[in-house]
């Protein structure tokens, strides 16, 4: 059984995101921890990337601090490991297909299970060409996490037939980043998933609140913030993961 299913084990997920190295790796460190201590069941590290298609102006300019700082995608592996000294919830990366393939994908596959990385999520890699990364994915034990998107269809029962780890549901078509709401018919989607697999999906781009995170934590399994909290890194800085402790436990009991 894969070890994203803890996640999900203790009632609706609260998914973090947090890009690796803004505004270093200390602070990421800390900010991992202020949210894991207050209630985040899975932590989502995104790995920087020059060129980041999915994410609104927030993430991409978390990912230019960071690249700006010299973060490395091995400086990243050492920093994973370290964390999971004393880190146990899933954690998975996010990133672009370019970083594995340039790092060398085996070799970039091989590097999570060391690090302890759970799965992997690549937002640009359409679903008919995950073969390119499935069998060393499944050689390695790490899974690799489908996307569904508002878009997805009449793809959305396949997608779901063949999801592990966690499916991730796109509430809005554009990129990432805080919305005062949210459109799209989420409950279908999530009835066509339900009917198609008993993998957990969650709910993410645009959740801000805690109102929005209740709403999607009782359309699915549990909800994903990513923007929300980068703001918080971009405002305060060093002084971030005391504020994001605080937001994550606001989100959390919003779910409960």
Do not use: W
């Not at 921890?33 to 927030?58: C, H, K, M, Q, Y």
């Not at 999570?112 to 994915?137: H, R, V």
């Not at 709401?181 to 989420?186: F, Q, S």
Request: aromatic share 8%; glycine share 8%; proline share 5%.
């Amino acid at each position: 059984m894969s070890n994203i299913r803890k996640a999900f084990e203790n009632g609706k997920a609260f998914i973090a995101f947090i890009t690796c190295g803004d505004p270093d790796l200390e602070t990421t460190a800390a900010a991992v921890r202020a949210a894991v201590s207050n209630g985040a069941d899975l932590i989502e590290l995104g790995i920087p990337f020059s060129d980041p298609t999915a994410e609104g102006p927030v993430i991409q300019g978390a990912n230019l601090r960071a690249l700006h700082g010299g973060i490395t995608t091995d400086k990243i592996f050492a920093f994973v490991k370290e964390l999971r000294h004393d880190v146990e919830v899933p954690m998975v990366f996010m990133t672009y297909a370019n970083v594995v393939f340039s790092y060398g994908a085996e070799r970039f596959i091989a590097k999570c299970k060391e690090a302890k990385i759970d799965g992997l999520i690549l937002p640009d890699l359409p679903f008919e060409e995950k073969e390119e990364f499935l069998p060393t994915c499944h050689q390695y034990g790490i899974d690799l996490v489908s996307l569904i998107a508002p878009t997805s269809e009449n793809r959305i029962a396949m997608i779901a037939k063949e999801a592990e780890g966690f499916l991730y549901i796109v509430s809005s078509l554009g990129v990432t980043g805080t919305r005062s709401e949210i459109k799209t018919d989420l409950t279908s989607i999530v009835e066509v998933v339900r009917q198609n697999t008993d993998i957990p999906c969650a709910i993410g781009f645009g959740i801000s609140t805690p109102e929005q995170a209740r709403k999607m934590a009782n359309i699915s399994d549990g909800a994903i913030v990513g923007s929300a909290i980068i703001k918080l890194l971009e405002k305060y800085g060093k002084d971030a993961p005391k504020y994001i402790g605080e937001y994550v436990k606001s989100m959390k009991d919003a779910m409960r």
